[in-house]
Antibody, heavy 119, light 109 residues
Framework: QVQLVGSGGGVVQPGRSLRLSCVAS????????MHWVRQAPGKGLEWVAV????????HYADSVKGRFTISRDNSKNTLYLQMNSLRAEDTAVYYC????????????WGQGTLVTVSS | EIVLTQSPDTLSLSPGERATLSCRAT???????LAWYQQKPGQPPRLLIF???SRATGIPDRFSGSGSGTDFTLTISRLEPEDFAVYFC??????????FGQGTKVEIK
């Protein structure tokens, strides 16, 4: 069955960096675009970034553009999110999610990893 | 950027009742690229509906989606105890950013 297991979250000071990982299994990872979506505590969902299945293209939300970088290693079935210059408002649960067949809806989600930005 | 507004914020209903949730966009959603998700506390969202009206794999037929353009609806025909949760709509038109509504909480009356 499809599984997405995220990791790498934690408590980090403002201005510092963190890298999240998401290991995929149960499907051919290299055939699917992948997304990161975040959810601040008690709030709604915010799309963060997408990467094409072959890594050839990426897009970002304006709120993270220039600070976050999405990448993938198809040989390791792993998705990454490098987060630099972190701010308090980046505090959230970060979910990796698989692009659905035929569109950028999200058909499978990881369990989420919590990032807390605080001094 | 397309902004999605869901209504109501909270829906208080009893098991067995019908739930009607609305999602309105500030501009037309291309090709009905509208999805619905269910989220329970401490869990990731689960895909219910994509393409405005297509049920995802394993989703019971009491869930249905409809609408086009700027107005979309999720209907739960008869609420089961496990359906009490928060529901989000998402538009995934031809270009990013892809946006979510603020959510509707369906609670037990």
């Amino acid at each position: 069955q499809v599984q997405l297991v995220g990791s790498g979250g934690g408590v980090v000071q403002p201005g510092r960096s963190l890298r999240l990982s998401c290991v995929a299994s149960g499907f051919t990872f290299s055939n699917y675009g992948m997304h990161w979506v975040r959810q601040a505590p008690g709030k709604g969902l915010e799309w963060v970034a997408v990467i094409w299945k072959d890594g050839s293209n990426e897009h970002y939300a304006d709120s993270v553009k220039g600070r976050f970088t999405i990448s993938r290693d198809n040989s390791k079935n792993t998705l990454y999110l490098q987060m630099n210059s972190l701010r308090a408002e980046d505090t959230a649960v970060y979910y990796c999610a698989r692009r659905g067949y035929g569109g950028n809806f999200l058909d499978y989600w990881g369990q989420g990893t919590l990032v807390t930005v605080s001094s | 950027e397309i902004v999605l507004t869901q209504s109501p914020d909270t829906l208080s209903l009893s098991p067995g009742e019908r739930a009607t949730l609305s999602c309105r966009a500030t501009q037309s959603v291309s090709s009905s690229y509208l999805a619905w998700y269910q989220q329970k506390p401490g869990q990731p969202p689960r895909l219910l509906i994509f393409g405005a009206s297509s049920r995802a794999t394993g989703i019971p037929d009491r869930f249905s989606g409809s609408g086009s353009g700027t107005d979309f609806t999720l209907t739960i025909s008869r609420l089961e105890p496990e359906d009490f949760a928060v529901y989000f709509c998402q538009q995934y038109g031809s270009s990013p950013p892809w946006t979510f509504g603020q959510g509707t909480k369906v609670e037990i009356k």
